[in-house]
């Protein structure tokens, strides 16, 4: 079974423009992205996958492998689907590019429910962890799960979901974690598949998996990481780095 990541990048985020190129402990976020994906030693080989000269130049230039975009992609499965379509491969795990303290375990934990599942039930898998804040979990910048009793994922939201109608019910809550795995034709039939109502409405492409009935299998990790999402999530970062 042939394993690759590809690291999707956009110069251009809305919340924090150029934030994969801002130093963290004397190198880009993109690039200790880049390098903490290698050095897993769980792929046959990682690319970082952008629209932006910028971008490809830095990790061409630091000896990593890019691949510029050839069209506009209006999210990062579907710059890996261009990608990858001509590749010989099995697996294809997708790491965010904002994601500088990527861990090896919660990784290889999505590449193990590949080599468990003979009857290939599964489409791709990605990863959650439980959150207890309130004010998380009524972020709407958060991403939400909630799963069946085999954890194979029903549906995603930035609202809370479940709803704590009844507060006396013991419910754990799920943040989704951008990190998945795919079977290489699950995402290459992606980019094909036209978004849809509800992916539109939440603007959360791990949706648009669910309304053509794709199967995301969930895997909990309790690896929190620090997502740069923000100019303070990056203050936050170069704590944790020193």
């Known amino acids: 079974m042939k394993i690759i990541s590809m690291i999707p990048a956009r110069y251009a985020a809305s919340r924090f423009p150029g934030k994969l190129m801002q130093d963290l402990g004397g190198e880009t976020v993109i690039l200790r992205t880049y390098k903490a994906a290698v050095k897993t030693g ?12 910028i971008i490809y130049k830095e990790i061409e230039d630091n000896g990593g492998k ?5 069209k506009e992609h209006d999210c990062g499965s579907d710059r890996i689907a261009e990608a990858v379509e001509q590749m010989d491969v099995d697996i294809v795990v997708n790491v965010q590019g904002d994601e500088p303290f990527t861990d090896k375990e919660s990784l290889e934990r999505v590449i193990e429910v590949f080599k468990g599942d003979k009857d290939k039930e599964i489409d791709l898998a990605s990863l959650m962890t439980k959150i207890t804040d309130w004010d998380e979990i009524n972020n709407p910048n958060t991403v939400k799960v909630i799963t069946d ?3 194979f994922a029903l549906y995603f939201s930035r609202s809370p979901i479940p709803y704590p109608r009844d507060k006396s019910i013991n419910v754990s809550y799920f943040k989704h974690k951008g990190v998945y795995a795919f079977r290489k034709q ?4 992606f980019q094909k598949l036209p978004m849809l109502s509800l992916e539109a409405t939440e603007k959360i492409e791990a949706i648009r998996y669910l309304e053509y009935g794709k199967k995301i299998k969930m895997v909990e990790t309790d690896s929190e990481g620090i997502e740069i999402d923000t100019p303070e999530d990056l203050e936050r970062a170069k704590k944790v780095w020193k």
């Open 149 to 151: 009793s085999r954890d």
């Open 42 to 53: 769980l792929f046959d080989d990682v690319f970082v996958v952008t629209d932006s000269e």
């Open 186 to 189: 699950a995402i290459v039939d």
């Open 66 to 70: 890019a691949i510029m975009s050839k």
